[in-house]
Structure formats: structure tokens, C-alpha cells
């Protein structure tokens, strides 16, 4: 099984700032990846498939980029909505994985 | 609008089993492969199992294989977990998620969510 793992476990920033969130994968799953966005008591988001390309009514501010082994989630300038646990997810191979979760809190 | 409507989630003693159920709508269901993914108390999300778009293809992770079994009902627009012989660590929250295409050989994206259903193995 493919092992994800995110950096950092809690990223504390404020509205307005750059966040920049870690996903390193096991084995290599070329784009295979996915990034959602997880607030308590609602169902996730999917906001990046394939690495790089936004969900359908995505905001901008979110990007993804890389592939291979190494992936980041980018939000460029926190809006109070965007605090929440994130998850990164590959698809390369059986089973889908998740990575554990990286919490943005506010600062 | 998409919309996923699980059901079912209880509280249940070990060994026990429950059937949870999703009606899906705002979309075209048996085109779509289906899928539960879960999340434990305080953990993070994990994926249960996946169901091709006809019901012909079926996939599951190793910790239920035996156990879980999912199904859909095309003409209803349902989706199914039948879960016999339930264990502590089987306690979370069970999410339905549709895939962005019909499966079946490959694992998918989960392009959307319900808000799911509580299950509490317990004596």
C-alpha cells in the first residue's frame, strides 16, 4: 500500500497569508493526486485532481503542483473560510490512500 | 445538484451487523462508480470500498474483506454497505462518495460527498 504523508501535521497562519502544504508519497504516482479540504460536521471537498487541476468551483487562490513522489497544496492569500484539515489522496494504485491530514489553523 | 443522503449508522454491539445505505441524486447514477470512505474518531479518512458502475466490480480494503459488502441498486439509485461481523476499531463516520467516471479497474478521485452516517460498535 501506498504510504502518504503530509507536512506539516498543524499550520497556524493568518487570513491574508500564503499557505503552503507538503504531501510525499511512498512510491511514485506520477499525477495521481488529489487534495481535498475537510471541515467538522460537513462532507470533504474535492478541490485538486490530477496534481494540478482545480475541482469545478474552485477558487483560484487553491493550486497544486508536482508529481512523482512530491506534491504541494498552495492557497495564496487565506480567506476565513480556507481553515480547515486538508487531505491528500493517490489513486496510482489499489488501495486509494489518504495521507493522515494537515489542520490549517488560524494564528 | 448532486446530493448523497446516507443512513443506517447506529449503535451496535461486537459481532453485530448493520446495512447502511445512500440515495444519490442530481445525477446519472449508474454512470458513476460509488464508493465509502470512513473516518474514526479523531483520525484522519480511509477508504472502505468501491463498486463499479454496473455493481459487476467490487473492491475492498483488506481490514473488512469478508466482512463488508457493498452493492448498488441502479434502479433505485442506491448505494450499500452490508457490515457483519462488526469490531470496535469499525467505529467512524461512513462517507458515500461518487467517482468522476464508471471505474472499474482502477481506484478513482471521490468528486463527491455525503455528510455521513455514524457507526458505534460498542457493548
Known amino acids: 500500500e501506498i504510504v502518504l504523508t503530509q507536512s506539516p501535521a498543524t499550520l497556524s497562519l493568518s487570513p491574508g497569508e500564503r499557505a503552503t502544504l507538503s504531501c510525499r508519497a511512498s512510491?511514485?504516482?506520477?499525477?495521481?493526486l488529489a487534495w481535498y479540504q475537510h471541515k467538522p460536521g460537513q462532507a470533504p471537498r474535492l478541490l485538486i485532481y490530477?496534481?494540478?487541476i482545480r475541482a469545478t468551483g474552485i477558487p483560484v487562490r487553491f493550486s497544486g503542483s508536482g508529481s512523482g513522489t512530491d506534491f504541494t497544496l498552495t492557497i495564496s492569500s487565506l480567506e476565513p473560510e480556507d481553515f480547515a484539515v486538508y487531505y491528500c489522496?493517490?489513486?496510482?494504485?489499489?488501495?486509494?490512500?489518504f495521507g493522515q491530514g494537515t489542520r490549517l489553523a488560524i494564528k | 445538484e448532486v446530493q448523497m443522503l446516507e443512513s443506517g449508522g447506529d449503535l451496535v454491539q461486537p459481532g453485530g451487523s448493520l446495512r447502511l445505505s445512500c440515495a444519490a441524486s442530481?445525477?446519472?447514477?449508474?454512470?458513476?462508480?460509488m464508493s465509502w470512505v470512513r473516518q474514526a474518531p479523531g483520525k484522519g479518512l480511509e477508504w472502505v470500498s468501491s463498486v463499479s458502475y454496473s455493481g459487476s466490480n467490487t473492491y475492498y480494503r483488506d481490514s473488512v474483506k469478508g466482512r463488508f459488502s457493498i452493492s448498488r441498486d441502479n434502479s433505485k439509485n442506491t448505494l450499500y454497505l452490508q457490515m457483519n461481523s462488526l469490531r470496535a476499531e469499525d467505529t467512524a463516520v461512513y462517507y458515500c462518495?461518487?467517482?468522476?467516471?464508471?471505474?472499474?479497474?482502477?481506484?478513482?478521485?471521490?468528486?463527491?460527498w455525503g455528510r455521513g452516517t455514524l457507526v458505534t460498535v460498542s457493548s
Open positions: 512510491q511514485r504516482v506520477s499525477s495521481y
Open positions: 490530477d496534481a494540478s
Open positions: 489522496q493517490q489513486r496510482s494504485n489499489w488501495p486509494p490512500t
Open positions: 442530481g445525477f446519472t447514477f449508474d454512470n458513476h462508480a
Open positions: 462518495a461518487k467517482s468522476p467516471g464508471g471505474g472499474p479497474y482502477s481506484p478513482e478521485y471521490f468528486q463527491d
